[in-house]
């Protein structure tokens, strides 16, 4: 089993419409997560981290379940720009060879 | 701000060359990063470099050499490249030391193709 899985997609959806993934990890230790972004044939970019609490920042909304050890990102009002691989990133403590990326999901929005 | 520059960007190979990827940042950053990128697969650590002076294995490192030069730059050698090194290598940084778990910055990549 993978450390950290995530559904590759693709989603294609239309633009407007509500989409959530979901990220699940392995290791119970872990400490941090974070969702980044990545255009095609572009280097990754940090969307946002993930807090116990979960997190919103526009029309993204990040939440963490340490319980069943799963993190998602929802995307509110998909804008075409919004059309990306979404990377979960999943970091242990204290060494960098625990910061685990998934292999990303890949969204499409539609006009 | 330039941020992580990486070079070049492209690069074609043939088996048993060699070459170094050259890494740097302006950030002031103490921990660098080298990753490879394959289709269907998450980004997997190369080497990293918690500080200035310090280089420790990731998850895929043989095959590869490594040198923090200095605290901003961050080079990789593939001594004898082997078609299995055919990949899209990305350079990172971040501000803390590894036990931190802060943001990465990522260079713009380099593809790699070996034949």
């Known amino acids: 089993r993978k450390e950290v899985e995530q559904d590759p997609g693709p989603f294609n959806v239309p633009e407007g419409a509500t989409v959530a993934f979901n990220c699940t990890y392995s290791n119970s230790a872990s400490q941090s997560f974070f969702w980044y972004r990545q255009d095609c044939r572009k280097e990754p970019k940090l969307l946002m981290s993930v807090y116990s609490s979960g997190n919103e920042d526009g029309r993204f909304t990040a939440q963490l379940n340490r319980a069943s050890q799963y993190i998602s990102l929802l995307i509110r009002d998909s804008k075409l720009s919004d059309s990306a691989t979404y990377l979960c990133?999943?970091?242990?403590?204290?060494?960098?060879?625990?910061?685990?990326f998934g292999s990303g999901t890949r969204l499409s929005i539609r006009p | 701000n330039a941020g992580v520059t990486q070079t070049p960007k492209f690069q074609v190979l043939k088996t048993g060359q060699s070459m170094t990827l050259q890494c740097a940042q302006d950030m002031n950053h103490n921990s660098m990063y080298w990753y490879r990128q394959d289709p269907g697969m998450g980004l997997r650590l190369i080497y990293y470099s918690a500080s200035e002076g310090t280089t420790d294995k990731g998850e895929v490192p043989n095959g590869y050499n490594v040198s923090r030069l200095n605290k901003r730059e961050f080079s990789l050698r593939l001594e004898s490249a082997a078609p299995s090194q055919t990949s899209v290598y990305f350079c990172a940084s971040s501000r803390g030391t590894v036990a931190t778990n802060e943001k990465l910055f990522f260079g713009s990549g380099t593809q790699l193709s070996v034949l």
């Open positions: 990133v999943v970091m242990g403590y204290s060494s960098a060879s625990k910061i685990i």
